[in-house]
């Protein structure tokens, strides 16, 4: 049976193409049985409150870094989206005296304009978002050194090196867009061997860092959440971090806290890595094949999945 057009932008794979029956399945889970999809390699936490929320993110940066050594030097690789634990990640590391000189950083993406990655003067750049909500507001006596950070450039060469230079990455945190995705792995465009069908979960599983073209969907969010809704102030590419790098991760750790995907994404997809549901025009649901994956959830944010006129 050919797959359904998508209702949101024609020219592109995206959940909507998705069976009818398992998109009303998950528009019906309560709080309660989205606490009950977890299983073995897949865990599913709440939180009361938007506090423990974001010290239990930022906790996970402080865990991550404390392991490392000189010999056996650990990072994490973190989202711009959500941002709220980046102080408190600053203000920990600061009050604990941890040295960062052997710790490690990935950072997740970078927009892409004209050929090279955006300035990160920017202000809507990514890696000028870590370094002022995070990295420069730490002593510099405990600063991880410029050497240790790995931001995606258009020579992506170097980024995709250090991934696979030893350098644990003991976790890869994430949030979840409109378009379900984590970092920026987007559904693609419906053209040429997609036309009538989206890659297959094998073939979306061996991308590696790369530049990206974005789905509308994102471009839209992404004007949203960072500039006031003016699209055209969006970059349509972006460089990121892909499942390559994602199952290098020993884990993968996303945070819901209801202000970037809806009540309805946030179902689908813990719907579908919980029963290891697989299409690639929902990428965060090709995480179902990796072995250590937690949902984190503000319970305050879960949301319904009922018609309310505004």
């Known amino acids: 049976m050919a797959r359904k057009r998508s209702m949101l932008a024609p020219d592109w794979w995206d959940f909507t193409t998705l069976p009818d029956d398992l998109l009303n399945d998950a528009a019906k889970l309560t709080p309660k049985d989205i606490l009950q999809l977890s299983r073995p390699g897949f865990k599913v936490y709440f939180y009361d409150t938007i506090e423990d929320f974001y010290l239990a993110e930022a906790l996970e940066y402080i865990t991550a ?3 490392s050594t000189a010999d056996n030097p650990v990072g994490i690789c973190g989202p711009i989206g959500p941002t709220e634990q980046l102080p408190l990640v600053a203000r920990m590391v600061n009050e604990l005296k941890i040295n960062l000189f052997n710790s490690h950083f990935w950072g ?7 050929g090279k990655e955006l300035d990160s003067s920017n202000p809507i750049s990514f890696e000028k978002a870590d370094r002022d909500m995070c990295f420069n507001l730490i002593e510099k006596n405990l600063r991880m050194p410029d050497s240790n950070m790995h931001f995606p450039k258009a020579d992506i060469t170097p980024y995709i090196k250090s991934w696979e230079s030893g350098i644990r990455c003991a976790v890869m945190q994430g949030g979840q867009g409109d ?10 465009k419906r053209e040429g061997k997609y036309k009538d069908t989206p890659p297959t979960p094998e073939e979306f599983r061996k991308l590696t860092a790369r530049v990206v073209d974005l789905h509308p969907v994102t471009c839209m969010q992404n004007a949203r959440t960072s500039g006031g809704g003016v699209v055209t102030g969006i970059p349509m590419q972006a460089l990121t971090v892909k499942p390559v790098q994602t199952w290098i991760a020993e884990k993968v750790s996303i945070w819901h806290a ?4 809806n009540a309805f994404g946030q179902r689908l997809t813990a719907l579908m890595i919980s029963k290891k549901i697989t299409d690639s025009s929902v990428p965060m649901s090709l995480l179902a094949d990796h072995p250590n994956v937690q949902f984190n959830y503000f319970r305050g944010g879960i949301g319904v999945c009922e018609t309310e006129m505004h």
């Open 108 to 114: 997740m993406d970078e927009w892409y304009v004209d």
């Open 258 to 261: 209801g202000t970037h995907d």
């Open 179 to 188: 378009t379900k995705h984590w970092a920026f792995n987007d559904p693609v």
């Open 65 to 67: 870094w404390k392991q």
